[in-house]
């Protein structure tokens, strides 16, 4: 299996920065692609931004131009900075990744325990 650790969360102000990261730790063979969901109040989980292992990324309308996220090969780390923040962007944020594993033979998907973002003056 696969454990995922976020940090990174927290308060920050309309306009303000914040970097969320995530750690993937097990028998992992290797990690496909890497990306990062959030779920605001009342609403789905919806996809922020994902990386593929060729570093191709994804990115939601909604935070193109003010997200980037990036993957460490060699850590199994994925962040997201996340830029010009909005009360609109606050929300629970869940790392998820595909990978394999000793244990499998196939790709799973794997998710984290989720990270506060709060954006508020």
């Known amino acids: 299996q696969v454990q995922l650790v976020e940090s990174g969360g927290g308060l920050v102000q309309p306009g303000g920065s914040l970097r969320v990261y995530c750690a993937a730790s097990g028998r992992i063979v290797s990690i496909y692609s890497m990306g990062w969901y959030r779920q605001g109040p009342g609403k789905q989980r919806e996809l922020v931004a994902r990386?593929?292992?060729?570093?191709?990324?994804n990115y939601a309308d909604s935070v193109k131009g003010r997200f980037t996220i990036s993957r460490d090969n060699a850590k199994n780390t994925v962040s997201l900075q996340m830029n010009s923040l909005q009360s609109e962007d606050t929300a629970v944020y869940y790392c998820?990744?595909?990978?394999?594993?000793?244990?499998?033979?196939?790709?799973?998907?794997?998710w984290g325990q989720g990270t506060q973002v709060t954006v508020s003056s």
């Open positions: 998820n990744v595909y990978a394999l594993t000793t244990m499998s033979r196939t790709v799973e998907s794997y």
């Open positions: 990386i593929s292992s060729d570093f191709s990324t």
